[in-house]
């Protein structure tokens, strides 16, 4: 019964800002963490960010001071907000839930591009 919806994808010019959010059901923010992930064509999918069930946050290296991760707990949403894009971050992103294999939601493209 879970599901996840991203939003918020689309194209922004280098150095723009995004914001990407997983709307949730079916989960519980005091149990479960949600994760973003995003993939190129050719390239592995790569964890961006998690946020823990205690609200602790981990980030990849490459967005590390760029990105961060919250939550509304009241909305269900887990928000991506994504600062000084770069063109290397354009992939689509998909949001999970940390430890619950298939629990995936469709992905949103995000395009930095001048």
């Known amino acids: 019964q879970v599901q996840l919806v991203e939003s918020g994808g689309g194209l922004v010019q280098p150095g723009g800002s995004l914001r990407l959010s997983c709307a949730a059901s079916?989960?519980?923010?005091?149990?479960?963490?949600v994760e973003w992930y995003r993939q190129t064509p050719g390239k592995q999918r790569e964890l961006v960010a998690r946020i823990y069930n205690g609200g602790f946050a981990v980030f990849a290296d490459s967005v590390k001071g760029r990105f961060t991760i919250s939550r509304d707990i009241a909305k269900n949403t887990v928000y991506l907000q994504m600062s000084s894009l770069k063109p290397e971050d354009t992939a689509v992103y998909y949001c999970h839930v940390y430890g619950r294999p298939g629990a995936w939601g469709q992905g949103t493209q995000v395009t930095v591009s001048s």
């Open positions: 079916g989960i519980s923010f005091s149990i479960d963490g």
